[in-house]
């Protein structure tokens, strides 16, 4: 799991100090601690029970949570319309955008400018999905869509100063990573997903349920789902929306069969993949605010998926740990310190943040 700073597990967890002494963390308390060095690991999903500590350790100012996902939602559009004016493939604009979000785990708004750090990802991403671009290219198209009534950014007069921030950044996002690269996108699942389905539904429109499920999928990183599921769990969850919006459209389209056990077909909890339609509900609520049928429209499908779950009632074979995850958060202390991420987010510290088990 990566970080910039160590979250160090509860119970008869021994924590290291700043001299060298060894302690246990309490049984009710998550501790943070300073250090020259700690242990570094990449943690590809987070629990909603971890974003919500690490959400907390930053140092987001006037920047409340609500303001924080709605900043992130606008960026990732921008990452997208950067992407596209480069002629970057999907997968490479999708690459980009998951990265956006992680950097965000661990570093604020307020002290990173979007801009920059989304220009920081394209460049990052191209490296990764083998579509490189020159760095000033990605600057002048980034200024372009950025002000688009001004004067073309002349690469030639990008500064040194500019540039080396850029790198600079670079550096951060890739410690952020652990340099782990692999990273598997959602719509690489609808296809085959969908085609499976078709061996329970013959009367499925195939095609236009995944044109559906593919364009819910490249907007689900728009959202931090790509951090709490994994691809075929997003991708699950992107079909059962597209089936009920295609059904809610035209009466006629036969959507997935409410008999099929589609939890145990996706591999994914039914919970989950509700929650990725909730996720990518309230986007699209959001987004088409003036729209007041739409927004109509995805109420009432939050509404039903309400209803379902009620129906349903807790999940049967839920383990004990993912019951703690979903209870009352507990309570957080940082050692007595007042900014533990801007003591540990330097370079001076090559640090990690630890969860508990629970």
Same mark, same amino acid.
């Given at each position: ?178 340099? @782990? ?33 593919? @364009? ?58 509700? @929650? ?83």
């Amino acid at each position: 799991m990566s970080g910039s700073s160590p979250l160090i597990p509860t119970s008869n967890t021994p924590t290291m100090t700043a001299s060298g002494t060894t302690s246990l963390a309490s049984q009710t308390s998550v501790h943070i601690t300073t250090g020259l060095s700690f242990r570094r690991h990449y943690r590809p999903y987070f629990t909603k029970r971890q974003l919500t500590i690490l959400s907390s350790l930053k140092k987001t100012g006037s920047f409340s949570a609500a303001k924080e996902l709605n900043s992130r939602q606008s960026y990732c559009k921008f990452i997208q319309d950067v992407g596209k004016k480069l002629g970057f493939p999907q997968k490479t604009i999708s690459t980009s955008q998951a990265l956006f979000h992680r950097f965000y785990l661990y570093y604020s708004l307020r002290d990173y400018a979007p801009q920059d750090i989304s220009a920081t990802c394209l460049f990052v991403a191209s490296k990764i999905e083998e579509t490189h671009k020159k760095l000033k290219d990605i600057m002048v198209v980034v200024h372009s869509v950025r002000y688009p009534d001004s004067k073309e950014l002349d690469p030639e007069h990008i500064s040194e100063e500019r540039r080396r921030k850029i790198i600079g950044y670079e550096k951060l996002l890739l410690e952020v990573l652990c340099f @782990d690269f692999q990273l598997r996108h959602p719509y690489e699942y609808v296809i085959k997903f969908i085609k499976w389905i078709q061996a329970f539904q013959t009367l499925v429109d195939g095609r236009r349920l995944a044109r559906k499920a593919y @364009d819910l999928a490249v907007d689900s990183y728009r959202t931090p789902l790509c951090l709490e599921y994994p691809a075929h769990t997003i991708a699950a969850g992107c079909i059962m929306l597209a089936s009920r919006l295609l059904s809610q459209q035209d009466k006629t389209f036969v959507g997935l069969s409410a008999t099929e056990p589609w939890d145990q077909h996706f591999l994914s909890r039914m919970e989950d993949m509700e @929650d990725v339609c909730q996720q990518m509900l309230d986007l699209y609520i959001v987004i088409h605010a003036h729209r007041d049928h739409l927004v109509s429209d995805y109420t009432k499908i939050k509404i039903e998926l309400n209803k379902q779950a009620q129906e349903r009632g807790p999940d049967p074979v839920l383990d004990d740990a993912t019951k703690e995850e979903l209870g009352k958060l507990s309570n957080v202390e940082f050692n007595a310190m007042a900014s533990p991420l801007d003591t540990v987010n330097t370079n001076q510290h090559t640090v990690s943040y630890h969860f508990s088990t629970l």
